[in-house]
């Protein structure tokens, strides 16, 4: 009985193959979408020789994207928005003897060093006797700007 079904089971595959190849035969577009799908990902170019069948058909041009351009935070929440990013994880709540932002009392006696240094200490981190503030909060690819912000809102928000 098994050996019937087996033999059955052979047929029927050797008919839809047939079959099967029959119809990619008889289709010359089947035909080409299959040597296309076949074909080496390499072409050798050989020097002295005519290669002009390798030649690859211009693409066509991309059209222009419209530079999307981010928009320019709004005055005054560039530095919040650096600040929630990249410093509130220490300055937040006074993590690691950084000045807790809204202190006032902490930060009097680092606001009276100027901004200059303060901008300073803060893009090129700063090691006091509180502990150790990283560059930039630890994000170098902040740029100088963005954190000289954020300094801004935590002293305008820390008087
Ligand atoms: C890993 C924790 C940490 C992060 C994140 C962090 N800071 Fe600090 N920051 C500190 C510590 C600690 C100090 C205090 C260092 C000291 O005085 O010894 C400090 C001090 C400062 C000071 C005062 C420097 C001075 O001269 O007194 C400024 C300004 C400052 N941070 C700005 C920032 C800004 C802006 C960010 C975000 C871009 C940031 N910090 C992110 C830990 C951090």
Redesign the pocket.
Known sequence: MLVVVALLLIGLARFVGKKQYAVTQADPAVEAAIAERIAPVAKLAIAGEDNSALVTPDQPAEPEQPVQQAAAPAEGTAGKE??NM??V???GAG?????KYGDAAVWAP?IA?GMD??HK??IEG?????????A????VD?SDQV?MD??DY?VAGSK
């Open positions: 650096t600040y990249a410093c994880a220490c300055h993590i690691a003897g950084a000045p680092r060093k240094t303060l200490h803060a700063f090691h006091g006797d509180a502990g150790f503030m990283p930039k909060g630890g994000r902040l954190v954020a300094v935590m």
